[in-house]
């Protein structure tokens, strides 16, 4: 039974940080690459930032670029997302994804982790 858990988010401050983590258990871990996705209310589920099974390739959404990071442990198959600079607008529920090496599918998501920017 393969399971992606996310942790970390809550409410955070206009211009501060959070990191989310997403683990994953039931795959072989570096035969998938993780992306992060997210979903504002009224809004539909848009892609945030994604990388490659090596950790190398890196895909950005344009409004990640410069403030949002990713990196991946496969000893500890978890991906990090560190999100700096945050804004009301980044405010959504997150979603991590994983899609096997070379497909543009996303076969499992993980649970979704709140994050609210607001002062």
């Known amino acids: 039974q393969v399971q992606l858990v996310q942790s970390g988010g809550g409410f955070v401050q206009p211009g501060g940080s959070v990191r989310l983590s997403c683990t994953a258990s039931g795959l072989t871990f570096s035969n998938y690459g993780i992306g992060w996705f997210r979903q504002a209310p009224g809004k539909e589920r848009e892609f945030v930032i994604a990388?490659?099974?090596?950790?190398?390739?890196?895909d950005y959404a344009e409004f990640a670029k410069g403030r949002f990071t990713i990196s991946r442990d496969n000893a500890e198959n978890t991906v990090y997302l560190q999100m700096n600079s945050l804004k009301p607008e980044d405010t959504a529920v997150y979603y991590c994804?994983?899609?096997?090496?070379?497909?543009?599918?996303?076969?499992?998501w993980g649970q979704g982790t709140q994050v609210t920017v607001s002062s």
């Open positions: 994804g994983a899609r096997p090496n070379y497909t543009p599918i996303y076969d499992y």
């Open positions: 990388i490659g099974w090596n950790g190398v390739n890196i």
